[in-house]
């Protein structure tokens, strides 16, 4: 109905398609709610690869949780624990009892169970893994790439804008028309007024 109307004020058709698809674009790509000034405001679904370091970035302790029970079930012990310090990053702690027993488990090569040990203390030892610095990487760059991502999303999306330019303001002059034709209308029937009748007689006569 709304394009009709435009198309009647004088929008061409081949316009309004453009601005369509404009706004089908614009709607898939950006969220509706909860916009962040910086990152977060490109919509789950429309980059896989956002995606991805958005579950980084958001979920990492999932991941970390993930990977600690990966661990028990490989050495089978039971009190492991993945560990973050600012100045160290992520590693895995073992009580001194359970040094020799974990260190029985490792598998040299595996990205995942290759144990390197980082830092002896009297609570215990820490390890590294080549998949747990992988991962500290992965975490700590996930916010940086996101917000590179998005902001490339934007680019985009401002260029196709710029390209629309044409269509959206034929569609702003169109709804610019329909408005004042609306309002018109709702005043004169507010107002009970009607077209004049013109006649070759001279006279003028107002009724009501």
């Given at each position: 109905m709304l394009k009709s109307a435009l198309e009647k004020v004088g929008v061409e058709q081949g316009l309004l398609t453009v601005a369509e698809k404009l706004y089908e674009y614009l709607y898939s790509l950006?969220?509706?709610?909860g916009l962040n000034d910086e990152i977060d405001?490109?919509?789950d679904g429309f980059d896989a690869e956002i995606?991805?370091?958005?579950?980084?970035?958001?979920?990492s302790d999932e991941m970390l949780i993930a990977y600690q029970q990966?661990?028990?079930?490989?050495?089978?012990?039971?009190?492991?624990?993945?560990?973050?310090i600012s100045n160290q990053g992520y590693f895995l702690e073992v009580t001194p009892k359970d040094i020799a027993a974990f260190e029985?488990?490792?598998?040299?090569?595996?990205?995942?169970?290759?144990?390197i040990r980082r830092q002896t203390l009297k609570t215990g030892e820490?390890?590294?893994t080549p998949y747990l610095e992988e991962l500290q990487h992965k975490i700590l760059a996930a916010q940086f790439q996101l917000k590179t991502k998005e902001q490339a999303q934007l680019l985009i999306a401002k260029e196709k804008i710029i390209d629309a330019v044409k269509a959206l303001t034929?569609?702003?002059?169109?709804v610019a028309w329909l408005d004042i034709f609306v309002t018109h209308a709702i005043f004169v029937h507010e107002k009970k007024w009607v077209r004049p009748e013109l006649?070759?007689?001279?006279?003028?006569?107002?009724a009501g």
């Open positions: 950006l969220k509706e709610e405001y490109i919509r995606d991805e370091l958005r579950k980084i970035a958001y979920h990966e661990v028990i079930q490989h050495t089978n012990i039971a009190n492991v624990k993945v560990k973050y029985a488990t490792c598998v040299k090569g595996d990205p995942k169970y290759d144990f820490r390890y590294i034929a569609l702003a002059d169109g006649i070759a007689t001279g006279m003028l006569r107002i």
